[in-house]
């Protein structure tokens, strides 16, 4: 009878792995994207309150992936979903989640629910989660926390935003340096419960708590157990903490980094930065970056119109100022176009020429900045080289441009004024490309957010003026 129920216990747990694995399948398309018939069915779960099938869906996920589900989820079915979550599977989750899905996932969640899930969480994800929240929410949490999980949160929270300090874990793998490599091994082993749940460094210490060097935990499984830390221990980069977390992606950037120690102005150690926060930051820098080269800002799935409209209003505003100011080109040449009409239809197409051409210089431009492969000590060579790409893609779309119009209208002088206004236009919009993102740097703004606005009215501007005043020249 033992015999038969364990068999029988093996087909249904084998039975369970074939659903898991099926539910996966289900789950996730080739692209790791969520395939819309499982969102289909966690919403009729929700409908039904088939509380059974919800944990089958959600167990088949990643945290990465329920967060992503959140996402495609209404606002109500968040919150009917939110109950369905454990402490533990909550504090994955929250960690993954948009700011402003997470905000508003944050109200449905009871104070002391929330405190256990804070309690499972790196000090670092903690730290971003509690201030996401209201004010007395906030004070309730803390309040149900053991009083040294709320001290490391509060002193996560009184550093800047966007700085080191809030972007480090305070959980760090530390030992004195005159340690050997089996004493730091048996104490580990001692303190497992109050390792991090990721490191990849023992950081060597002096008896100020200031770094000195670290140990890649590679190497100290590779030595022998009476080799001193100190023997083997490497340079380390030490970030402080009140540096800017864009400085610090490009510092993991140049130096290769997987991890580095964090410390106050006096030196002493105070946390560490992993290679997988870095990872976030560069996306977050990156897709700031690219939404200012537009003019918007990152208005997530759950964004108001209010907002959106905000954040994108001002700058149309000073594009239609900038559009005037270039339009205003093509009225003081208005007899000239009255005489000849075929000027107004191609002067648009030297101007948006020149805008595409200018386009492309700016975003290399901006490109270049931000990863600091352009500054003062190369600026005047790679302002240079743009402007000979631009004069020579100039000439090449002239001559292909050129005899197209001189195939149609048989005009020898309008094909002249068009190619050589072109060349023109490309040429200075190879230099504003180039020339306005640095001057924009230098004064201490950032490149990406207005840089648009102004190349595009000095090449609308050099467009309509460089073809109609060509035109008036050499036709009229």
């Excluded at 084998?14 to 969102?39: C, I, K, M, Q, R």
């Excluded at 309040?143 to 001290?151: F, I, K, Q, S, T």
């Amino acid at each position: 009878m033992s015999r038969e129920t364990d068999d029988l216990a093996e087909l249904k747990d084998s039975a369970l792995l074939d659903t898991d694995e099926d539910l996966e399948d289900l789950a996730l398309g080739e692209d790791y994207a969520l395939n819309p018939e499982f969102v289909s069915d966690v919403i009729d779960a929700l409908d039904r309150g088939d509380a059974e099938r919800l944990r089958e869906l959600l167990g088949a996920l990643h945290p990465a992936d329920v967060a992503d589900l959140m996402g495609f989820l209404s606002a109500d079915a968040r919150e009917e979903l939110v109950p369905h979550l454990d402490p533990e599977t909550l504090a994955e989750i929250l960690s993954e989640l948009d700011t402003e899905i997470r905000e508003e996932v944050l109200e449905h969640v009871p104070s002391a629910t929330l405190a256990k899930a804070i309690g499972e969480m790196e000090s670092d994800d903690a730290a971003d989660v509690v201030d996401d929240l209201e004010a007395d929410k906030r004070a309730q949490v803390l309040a149900a926390m053991p009083e040294v999980e709320r001290a490391t949160i509060e002193a996560s929270l009184a550093y800047k935003d966007e700085t080191a300090g809030r972007l480090m874990q305070r959980e760090v793998v530390a030992a004195p340096q005159f340690w050997t490599v089996g004493q730091a091994i048996d104490h580990f082993r001692r303190e497992v419960d109050d390792l991090p749940e990721l490191f990849f460094d023992i950081y060597v210490v002096d008896p100020s708590y200031k770094p000195v060097g670290a140990v890649p935990v590679s190497q100290l499984l590779r030595s022998k157990r009476d080799v001193p830390l100190a023997q083997i221990m490497e340079q380390v980069t030490e970030i402080p903490v009140d540096m800017d977390q864009e400085e610090v992606a490009y510092i993991f950037d140049k130096y290769h980094l997987i991890s580095a120690p964090v410390v106050e102005p006096g030196g002493r150690l105070v946390g560490q930065i992993t290679v997988d926060d870095i990872v976030g930051v560069i996306q977050e820098e990156g897709e700031e970056d690219i939404l200012a080269l537009a003019g918007v800002s990152d208005a997530g799935r759950d964004a108001d119109v209010l907002g959106m409209v905000r954040s994108r209003l001002p700058w149309l505003l000073l594009n239609t100022v900038t559009a005037a100011i270039a339009a205003s080109v093509i009225g003081a040449f208005e007899g000239e176009i009255e005489k000849l009409a075929i000027l107004a239809a191609l002067m648009p197409v030297v101007a948006s020429l020149g805008g595409n051409a200018g386009t492309q210089t700016l975003a290399v431009a901006v490109r270049a900045l931000a990863s600091r492969e352009l500054s003062a000590i190369n600026a005047i060579r790679t302002v240079s080289r743009e402007m000979v790409v631009g004069l020579a893609n100039g000439a090449a779309l002239a001559a292909l441009t050129g005899g197209v119009i001189y195939a149609l209208f048989g005009d020898l002088r309008l094909t002249l004024a068009f190619g050589a206004a072109l060349m023109i236009n490309m040429f200075v919009a190879a230099l504003a490309g180039a020339a306005i993102p640095l001057a924009l740097d230098r004064m201490g703004r950032d490149p990406a957010v207005s840089s648009v606005v102004f190349v595009t009215f000095v090449t609308d501007f050099t467009g309509f003026f460089a073809f109609l005043g060509l035109a008036a020249l050499i036709l009229l």
